[in-house]
C-alpha cells in the first residue's frame, strides 16, 4: 500500500482530486472503483486512523469461528464481476479442496473479506493510471466550498480535495445505563472488541447487552475460548438473529407489496409465508425473494407508514432480514438449551459496582428482575443509527455547522438520490458524497455489501468526471 510516510503540511495543502474519508470497506470500494475506472493522473487520498484498511469494523475479527452474514457467492465488491469474491477464495486457497460451487455456498470466515479488499485495491493500484495515498488520521473537520473541500485531520493538518467521498460507517451505541461510562476498564467491553470480549472467557458469569448478531458473535468466540461461565443475555425484546435456510427464493411476484401500505404489506407477506410452506418452502425463501426489493420497500412507505415500521415492525424484522449461518444459530441455540446462556427480556436501568463485582439492574414487562450478578458486560447494542447521537467528532461538526442534516426519522444522513449530503437547508453538495449505512433514513437497506458495492462504484463514477475533465 503506498502511503507517503514524508508528505508535510505544505505538501498536502495541493488539492485532490478526490479524498475517502474513512477506509473500511465501503471506502476501500470507492477507492477500488476509482482505480479501476481513472483514465488520467488523478490523486486519491484515503483517510482511515486504523493500521490495516478494509477491516472496519466488520472484517477486522481474526478469529475464524466470526463468519460472514452471507454466502461467499453474494459477497463480491464488484458488480461486474459477480464471483470475484469466490475467485479470490478459490486463488487463495482459503478452503482447500473444496468445489467452486460449495464456496459460493459457505459462510466462510469474515477475516478474508478484508484479505480479499486488500488484495483486490493493491492489484487495481498497480494497473491504475491514477495514483493512491493513505493517511492514516482522521478526518476531524470539512468545510465545503464551491470547488475546493478543505479537511482538518486529528493531527492538525489540513487537505484539500475536489471531490469528497464520506464513508464514515458504523458506530456503535453506548450502553442504555446511567453511569455506564464511568465503570472501570475491564468491565465493560465492546462486542467489536473481538479479542477484548475473549478474554473475558473463564468461569466467572458475564452479560451480554443486546441480542443482535453482535451478540452472536460474542457468544461464539467466548463459547470458542473456553468460557464456562453463565452468559446472561439481556434486550429489550430478547429476539435472537434467526438461521439463513438452503433453499433459494420464493416464487412470486413482490412488485405488488410496493404499493401496499404497511399493514396489507405484512399480511401479503405472512401469506407469501404459507404458501411457500405449502411448497415446502422454508419462510426465509420469502425474505431473499424480497431482497432486491429492500430499498424500494422502504422509500414506497410514506412517512406515517415508515414511522409505524421503526415502532413496531423493526425488531420483528431485523431477526428475519439479518440472519446468520445456521452453524453460528445452532451454537448459540444449544448453549440456551444446556442453560449457560439464560435470554432475559428486559430494559438495562443501572450498572453498579458493588463489592468488586458487576450489578445488573433492569426492569422486563413484570416488572423489576431480580439484579444479576456478573463479572463484566459487553456491550452488543450494535449500530447507531441516529445522527445525533453519534460519537464521530467530522458527523458531529458537519451538522453543527450546518453541511450535514439528519436523514428521515432522524437516522443517517440526509442525502439525495445519487449520494449527495443535503445541508441544513437540504441543498445537495455537489462535492460531498456519501456511502453506506449513513444513508439508512433515505435508503434503510444501505449496510450490507450487495448495497454497498452499487454506491461506492456510483460514487467514484460521479466523482472521477468532475475531476479527469
Ligand atoms: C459485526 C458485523 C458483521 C457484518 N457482517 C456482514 C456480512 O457478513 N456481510 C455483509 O454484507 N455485511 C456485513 N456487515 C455490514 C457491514 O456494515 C458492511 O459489510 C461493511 O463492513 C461496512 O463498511 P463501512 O466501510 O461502511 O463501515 P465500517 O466498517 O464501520 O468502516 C468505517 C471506517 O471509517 C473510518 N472512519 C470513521 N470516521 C472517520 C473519520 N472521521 N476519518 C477517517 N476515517 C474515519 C473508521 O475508522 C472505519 O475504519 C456486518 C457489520 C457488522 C457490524
Redesign the pocket.
Known amino acids: 500500500m503506498f502511503y507517503n510516510a514524508g508528505m508535510t503540511t505544505s505538501e498536502s495543502t495541493f488539492p485532490a482530486d478526490l479524498a475517502i474519508?474513512?477506509?473500511?470497506?465501503?471506502?476501500?470500494l470507492v477507492a477500488l472503483n476509482a482505480l479501476r475506472s481513472a483514465t488520467s493522473a488523478v490523486q486519491i487520498v484515503l483517510?482511515?486512523?486504523?493500521s490495516t484498511l478494509a477491516?472496519?469494523?466488520?472484517?477486522a475479527t481474526p478469529w475464524p469461528e466470526h463468519?460472514?452474514?452471507?454466502p461467499a457467492g453474494k459477497?463480491s465488491g464488484l458488480p461486474e464481476l459477480p464471483g470475484d469474491f469466490v475467485d479470490y477464495l478459490l486463488q487463495a486457497d482459503a478452503l482447500p479442496g473444496v468445489p467452486r460451487d460449495v464456496v459460493a455456498d459457505t459462510f466462510v470466515a469474515?477475516r478474508h473479506?478484508a484479505d480479499y479488499l486488500q488484495q483486490r485495491l493493491a492489484e487495481a493500484q498497480a494497473h491504475s493510471a491514477a495514483a493512491l495515498h493513505v493517511v492514516h488520521?482522521?478526518?476531524?473537520a470539512l468545510q465545503p466550498g464551491a470547488s475546493l473541500q478543505q479537511l482538518r485531520l486529528a493531527d492538525g493538518t489540513q487537505w484539500q480535495a475536489r471531490q469528497v467521498v464520506l464513508?464514515?460507517?458504523?458506530s456503535m451505541r453506548p450502553l442504555p445505563a446511567p453511569g455506564a461510562d464511568a465503570l472501570p476498564p475491564g468491565r465493560v467491553v465492546d462486542a467489536?472488541d473481538y479479542d477484548g470480549v475473549r478474554m473475558l472467557a473463564g468461569d466467572g458469569d458475564l452479560a451480554i447487552i443486546g441480542s443482535g448478531?453482535?451478540m452472536a458473535?460474542s457468544v461464539v468466540a467466548l463459547a470458542t475460548a473456553g468460557h464456562r461461565g453463565r452468559i446472561h443475555v439481556l434486550s429489550r425484546h430478547a429476539l435472537l438473529p434467526l438461521p439463513h435456510a438452503h433453499a433459494g427464493s420464493a416464487e412470486f411476484d413482490p412488485q405488488p407489496l410496493l404499493d401496499m401500505p404497511l399493514r396489507a404489506r405484512m399480511r401479503a407477506l405472512r401469506g407469501h409465508v404459507r404458501d411457500a410452506a405449502a411448497q415446502c418452502l422454508p419462510w426465509q425463501s420469502v425474505m431473499d425473494r424480497i431482497r432486491p426489493l429492500g430499498q424500494a420497500l422502504w422509500q414506497s412507505l410514506d412517512g406515517a407508514d415508515q414511522r409505524r415500521f421503526l415502532r413496531h415492525v423493526v425488531r420483528y424484522w431485523d431477526v428475519h432480514r439479518h440472519r446468520i449461518a445456521e452453524t453460528v444459530h445452532a451454537q448459540v441455540a444449544a448453549l440456551e438449551q444446556s442453560g449457560q446462556l439464560q435470554r432475559h427480556r428486559a430494559r438495562l436501568d443501572a450498572l453498579l459496582v458493588l463489592d468488586g463485582t458487576l450489578q445488573l439492574h433492569a426492569h422486563g414487562p413484570q416488572g423489576g428482575m431480580q439484579p444479576v450478578n456478573v463479572g463484566a458486560v459487553i456491550n452488543a447494542t450494535?449500530?447507531e443509527t441516529r445522527a445525533l447521537a453519534m460519537r464521530?467528532?467530522?458527523l458531529q461538526q458537519l451538522l453543527a455547522d450546518g453541511h450535514a442534516r439528519p436523514g428521515p426519522h432522524g437516522l443517517g444522513l440526509d442525502s439525495d438520490a445519487a449520494g449527495r449530503v443535503r445541508d441544513a437547508q437540504g441543498q445537495p453538495q455537489p462535492g460531498l458524497q456519501l456511502?453506506?449505512?449513513l444513508r439508512i433514513g433515505t435508503l434503510w437497506e444501505s449496510?450490507?455489501?450487495?448495497e454497498?458495492r452499487v454506491q461506492a462504484q456510483q460514487a467514484a463514477a460521479g466523482a472521477l468526471p468532475t475531476v479527469q475533465a
Open positions: 474519508i474513512g477506509g473500511g470497506a465501503a471506502g476501500v483517510f482511515e486512523p486504523a477491516q472496519g469494523i466488520a472484517y463468519l460472514l452474514n452471507v459477497m469474515r473479506y488520521e482522521p478526518v476531524m464513508a464514515c460507517g458504523n467489536w448478531l453482535s458473535d450494535g449500530v464521530n467528532p467530522l456511502v453506506g449505512s449496510l450490507a455489501i450487495p454497498l
